[in-house]
C-alpha cells in the first residue's frame, strides 16, 4: 500500500531481458533499510525487490506489467518516481494507493498557470466513470486531484494542477503533450463501481 507523495526520483541504470525483464535503478533511498521481497512503488507499478546494492535495487518487470504500463517506460536513462510501502503509523499525506495501474493516459496539453502547470490527459471511456472533479488520481505514482473532467466523442480529457514543489519533486515537471502515463483509479471509486454493478441486478 502507498499514498503516491514521492520520496525519490530514481533513473533505470540497466534493463535487462530475460523470462521477464530484469530492471536495475539507481535510487538516493538508504537501501540497506530496504529488504528483498520488499515493495516499492516505481512511478506508480508496486514492484518487488529481488536485488539491491549500495544506491540501486533490482526488480523483475512481467509480460502483463510491461503490457498496461505507459510504452517506453522500463527503459535505460528512464527516470521513475519512486515510494517505499507504507508502514504502520505513517502519514496518509496523499490517498490510499494500490501500485496497480488501471490505463494509460496520453498527455494532451500542458498550460503554465502561474508557477504552477494545468496538465490536461486523454483516458479511454473504460476509466471515464472512475474520473471525478475534486476526485483523487495517481499519475506516475503521483497522488493529484482532478480538477476537471471532460467526456468527449473520443473519450475522455481531465486536468491536474501540478505545483511548483511536485515539479520539481517528480518527473511531472517534465511531461510533454503526447507523452504516455500510468494511470490508478482511486481505489474507493473502484469498489463503489463494483458495488452498483451488483446492485443493479
Same mark, same amino acid.
Given at each position: 500500500?502507498?499514498?503516491?507523495?514521492?520520496?525519490?526520483?530514481?533513473?533505470?541504470?540497466?534493463?535487462?531481458?530475460?523470462? *521477464?525483464?530484469?530492471?536495475?535503478?539507481?535510487?538516493?533511498?538508504?537501501?540497506?533499510?530496504?529488504?528483498?521481497?520488499?515493495?516499492?512503488?516505481?512511478?506508480?507499478?508496486?514492484?518487488?525487490?529481488? $536485488?539491491?546494492? =549500495?544506491?540501486?535495487?533490482?526488480? $523483475?518487470?512481467?509480460?502483463? @506489467?510491461?503490457?498496461? @504500463?505507459?510504452?517506453?517506460?522500463?527503459?535505460?536513462?528512464?527516470?521513475?518516481?519512486?515510494?517505499?510501502?507504507?508502514?504502520?503509523?505513517?502519514?496518509?499525506?496523499? #490517498?490510499?494507493?494500490?501500485?496497480?495501474?488501471?490505463?494509460?493516459?496520453?498527455?494532451?496539453?500542458?498550460?503554465?498557470?502561474?508557477?504552477?502547470?494545468?496538465?490536461?490527459?486523454?483516458?479511454?471511456?473504460?476509466?471515464?466513470?472512475?474520473?471525478? =472533479?475534486?476526485?483523487?488520481?495517481?499519475?506516475?505514482?503521483?497522488?493529484?486531484?482532478?480538477?476537471?473532467?471532460?467526456?468527449? *466523442?473520443?473519450? @475522455? #480529457?481531465?486536468?491536474?494542477?501540478?505545483? =511548483? #514543489?511536485?515539479?520539481?519533486? @517528480?518527473?511531472?515537471? *517534465?511531461?510533454? =503533450?503526447?507523452?504516455?502515463?500510468?494511470?490508478?483509479? *482511486?481505489?474507493?471509486?473502484?469498489?463503489?463501481?463494483?458495488?452498483? #454493478?451488483?446492485?443493479?441486478?
Amino acid at each position: 500500500m502507498f499514498t503516491g507523495i514521492i520520496t525519490d526520483v530514481g533513473a533505470i541504470r540497466q534493463v535487462e531481458r530475460r523470462g *521477464d525483464v530484469r530492471v536495475v535503478v539507481e535510487t538516493a533511498f538508504d537501501t540497506d533499510t530496504v529488504d528483498l521481497g520488499a515493495s516499492i512503488a516505481c512511478s506508480g507499478v508496486c514492484l518487488t525487490v529481488v $536485488d539491491k546494492g =549500495p544506491g540501486w535495487f533490482a526488480v $523483475d518487470v512481467s509480460g502483463e @506489467t510491461l503490457s498496461r @504500463t505507459a510504452q517506453g517506460q522500463w527503459s535505460a536513462g528512464r527516470r521513475l518516481n519512486l515510494e517505499r510501502a507504507m508502514k504502520l503509523g505513517d502519514e496518509l499525506g496523499g #490517498h490510499i494507493v494500490t501500485g496497480h495501474v488501471d490505463g494509460v493516459a496520453e498527455v494532451v496539453g500542458v498550460y503554465p498557470e502561474g508557477d504552477s502547470k494545468r496538465i490536461g490527459f486523454s483516458v479511454s471511456r473504460e476509466l471515464a466513470p472512475f474520473l471525478a =472533479p475534486k476526485g483523487s488520481v495517481t499519475v506516475d505514482g503521483v497522488s493529484l486531484t482532478v480538477n476537471q473532467v471532460d467526456d468527449r *466523442d473520443d473519450g @475522455t #480529457h481531465f486536468s491536474v494542477n501540478v505545483i =511548483p #514543489h511536485t515539479q520539481t519533486a @517528480t518527473t511531472l515537471g *517534465d511531461l510533454q =503533450p503526447g507523452q504516455a502515463v500510468n494511470i490508478e483509479i *482511486d481505489v474507493l471509486a473502484r469498489y463503489l463501481q463494483r458495488m452498483e #454493478h451488483y446492485r443493479g441486478r
